[in-house]
């Protein structure tokens, strides 16, 4: 069974703090790890993304941290602002197939 | 068009209806997948399309659940004989062929009474 477990289910933060989700797989055969946010109303948009060949990719304040022989991934989102409020779901995908599996999303709050 | 589009955004039926919702991907996609997002449940994998391929229905959760892509574009959700445990937002979303990150619509979110 592909599962991604997720954690936690919600998050209140400071602003100006750092925002950690976290995220744990249990098939090795994944090769792509997307992150996506997705506000009320809206469908789920893709934010970063790592492949396993590396330890850590940032864009801007969204950092993804990745330990392959943890089989673990991580969000982090620096100087926290209530426009991140979200949820963000992180998935997994399976090489050579193209459907994403889905952690259970976290709440994100950030508050001023 | 711009963004992938799905009709309609809200839909409201009675238990035992049969329903049909709408995604128009974005165009040129060749793949073309179904969830369903249930409150606290995160996004549940319903089936995808990949061109003229069969598609994977690995995730319709009933055979009350089907679903077509005519012409590899347009594709509709039918949900025959629906129960509340039907309620949810249903996303569609597309991508190119061999490309990761896909796009989502906004959704259409279903209720059951």
């Known amino acids: 069974q592909q599962q991604v477990k997720q954690s936690p289910q919600s998050l209140i933060v400071q602003k100006g703090g750092i925002s950690i989700i976290n995220c744990a797989y249990e098939n090795t055969a994944f090769d792509y790890f997307p992150w996506y946010q997705q506000f009320p109303g809206k469908g789920p948009a893709l934010l970063i993304a790592i492949r396993p060949d590396v330890s850590e990719k940032k864009e801007g304040r969204f950092t993804i941290s990745f330990n392959k022989s943890a089989k673990q991934f991580s969000l982090h989102i620096m100087d926290s602002q209530p426009g991140d409020s979200a949820t963000y779901f992180c998935a997994a995908r399976g090489r050579g197939a193209d459907g994403l599996t889905f952690g259970k999303g976290t709440h994100l709050i950030i508050q001023p | 068009g711009a963004g992938v589009s799905q009709s309609p955004s809200n839909k409201v039926t009675e238990k035992g209806k049969d329903v049909e919702l709408r995604c128009d991907p974005i165009s040129g996609h060749t793949a073309l997948y179904w969830y369903r997002q249930s409150l606290g449940q995160g996004l549940e994998f319903l089936i995808y399309?990949?061109?003229?391929?069969?598609?994977?229905k690995s995730g319709l959760p009933s055979d009350r659940f089907s679903a077509e892509r005519t012409g590899g574009s347009v594709s509709t959700l039918t949900i025959q004989r629906t129960q509340q445990e039907d309620s949810a937002v249903y996303l569609c979303a597309s991508s190119f062929t061999g490309i990761y990150g896909y796009t989502f619509g906004s959704g259409t979110r279903l209720t059951v009474v």
């Open positions: 399309f990949q061109g003229n391929s069969a598609p994977d």
